[in-house]
């Protein structure tokens, strides 16, 4: 039986693995809309060889270029938000949410209001959506399966007990690249060197959140969104091998943990494929060739990023969307050489410090409270004392 899908944020690292699966098993499915920002040539391309329904940009002013592209094709071409999220309101089986940042929130809330399945990878729109997505999850009757590699983890060992049984839920974290350099030396860390993952093959702001330890922060909070068992019952480990994706320890002292490559077509599969199960083309786990699994305590001193993280998780309301757009706009200040790798944490403390507004109850007020954070933090980067 085929099935329909499409891709928000089809041209990146968690886009082309997913087109990679397809590829594979290619009359399986049917891809209806395949969206990109701005590299049109490359989206052009994939909705050619995936004869997709339709193609989208992001930023409008990619769409001419597009529309030459796909000359000659029956394939629809379209540009901007409204276009973006029209594409995702068409009706598909699973829509793959692979946008990065708070971009992909209107997107993938427009998918979720469709209801069916959503394989979401936009950790960023969850986090600052927070209760709002939540609740449209629950009102559309979408099924929300989680990509990110740990929290797929979680997923799948959830399927061991039930969620009341379940004692705490250990989130891995491989510690990213800088893991052992010191505050001196990390205060120097250029964005080359932030994101070279030693394990995981990213797009460029995760990567440097890896490094920061802010996509642990991150996960933390959509944990939280995704699996209710409390905030006091999630903790994080750092891994740095990536072999244990995460853990859920039940009430009678069990712990299951899910294992595998540090390939994300072994998560995005499971969601493709769920509630059954397809075959990879991912290297098997050879355990014996790994020889050691170890495991230390997160630095909280060297990376703040996890404690800024679970203090706005915490305090609830709008401060996870605060915390996620300041630290948008500082990644992408560090990635421009603009700001230093350790200003990354104090920019987005300093911005929850002076940007505390009230809890955000509609999607229009989770983009607003977005906005308004992200010139702050704008303003907290521009302040000398700050940097
Ligand atoms: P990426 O930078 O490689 O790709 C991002 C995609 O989003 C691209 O297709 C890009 O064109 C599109 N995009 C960017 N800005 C946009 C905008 N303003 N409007 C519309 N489209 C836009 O990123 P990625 O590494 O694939 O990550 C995607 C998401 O998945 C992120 O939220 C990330 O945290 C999450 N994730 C990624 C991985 C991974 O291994 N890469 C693992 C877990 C979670
Ligand atoms: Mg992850």
């Known amino acids: 039986m085929t099935r329909s899908i499409s891709i928000l944020g089809a ?21 209806v809309a395949l969206t990109a920002n701005c590299n ?14 339709i193609a989208v940009v992001g930023d409008e002013a990619c769409l001419p270029e597009l529309r030459a592209a796909l000359a000659g094709s029956a394939i629809e071409a379209a540009g901007g938000c409204q ?37 979401l990878a936009n950790k960023e729109a969850l986090v600052s959506a927070g209760a709002v997505m939540t609740a449209a999850v629950a009102e559309h009757g979408a099924t929300l399966l989680p990509v990110d590699s740990e929290h797929n983890a979680i997923f799948q060992c ?24 010191s505050a001196e030396r990390l205060a120097r860390a250029t964005p080359a060197q932030a994101v070279a993952h030693p394990n995981w093959d990213m797009g460029a702001k995760i990567s440097v959140d890896s490094a920061t330890m802010m ?10 969104h995704l699996f209710p ?37 072994v998560p995005i599969a499971s969601c493709l494929a769920w509630p059954e199960r397809m075959d990879t083309p991912c290297a098997p786990l050879d355990l014996a060739a790994i020889g ?34 300041a630290n948008e706009v500082a990644v992408a200040a560090f990635l421009a050489g603009q700001i230093a790798f ?35 933090a704008r303003e907290v980067m521009e302040t000398a004392a700050i940097g």
């Open 11 to 31: 041209t990146g690292s968690v886009g082309a693995s997913t087109l990679d699966l397809i590829r594979r098993n290619r009359d399986a499915w049917r891809i």
């Open 40 to 53: 049109a040539g490359e989206l052009a391309a994939l909705a050619r060889e995936f004869e997709a329904e």
């Open 83 to 119: 276009a973006l999220c029209d594409a995702a309101g068409r009706p598909v089986d699973i829509t793959i949410a692979a946008i990065v940042g708070c971009a992909g929130l209107r997107p993938t809330m427009t998918a979720i209001c469709r209801g069916g399945a959503i394989a």
């Open 158 to 181: 959830l399927q061991g007990g039930r969620i009341a049984d379940v004692r705490s839920i250990t989130l891995t974290a491989s510690g990213g690249p800088l893991r052992t350099w």
């Open 215 to 224: 996509n642990k922060g991150l996960e933390f909070i959509e944990a939280h």
């Open 229 to 265: 068992v409390g905030l006091d019952a999630l903790r994080i480990v750092v891994h740095p091998q990536s072999v244990v994706h995460s853990m859920v320890e039940y009430c009678d002292g069990s712990t299951l943990a899910q294992l595998g490559p540090s390939d994300m077509r």
């Open 292 to 325: 050691s699994l170890t495991f230390e305590a997160p630095d909280e001193d060297r990376f703040p990023a996890t404690r800024l993280a679970r203090n706005a998780a915490h305090a609830g309301g709008a401060a996870p969307a605060v915390l996620n757009a």
């Open 342 to 376: 350790t200003r990354i944490a104090p920019v987005v403390e300093e911005t929850l410090d002076r940007y505390a507004p009230s809890a955000p109850s509609t999607l229009d007020d989770v983009l607003a409270v977005d906005t308004e954070a992200r010139s702050r």
